[in-house]
């Protein structure tokens, strides 16, 4: 079992930075690929990007590359997304995610363990 828990979501205006942390307890987080997804209102949970289990394998989805980076340290059990150049379209609460497994996937249904969520509101 993997708990996860955000933190770091917040109000910033549009051009600016925000880093989003997600701490894991349990002994397997090293071997779980690591996501994040975000959800607007009235949208659709979406996948942003997600983390091979040592970290050399990345995925974005193409909203946010080149804006975004994921990354994770294994001896701190937490996975981070270094967010750039927010726009309001980046407005959502998101939500950490593993996998037990290799597979750098997008799809929402293949992560077992997800957090509560950390609202990120973009100001224009």
């Known amino acids: 079992q993997v708990q996860l828990v955000e933190s770091g979501g917040g109000l910033v205006q549009a051009g600016g930075s925000l880093r989003l942390s997600c701490a894991a307890s349990?002994?397997?987080?090293?071997?779980?690929?690591m996501g994040w997804f975000r959800q607007a209102p009235g949208k659709e949970r979406e996948f942003v990007a997600a983390i091979s289990r040592r970290g050399v394998s990345t995925n974005y989805a193409d909203s946010v590359k080149g804006r975004f980076t994921i990354s994770r340290d294994n001896a701190k059990n937490t996975v981070y997304l270094q967010m750039n150049a927010l726009k309001p379209a980046d407005t959502a609460a998101y939500y950490c995610?593993?996998?037990?497994?290799?597979?750098?996937?997008?799809?929402?249904?293949?992560?077992?363990?997800w957090g509560q969520g950390t609202q990120v509101t973009v100001s224009s």
């Open positions: 349990g002994r397997t987080f090293s071997s779980c690929t």
């Open positions: 995610a593993g996998r037990e497994g290799s597979i750098v996937t997008s799809y929402e249904y293949e992560y077992r363990y």
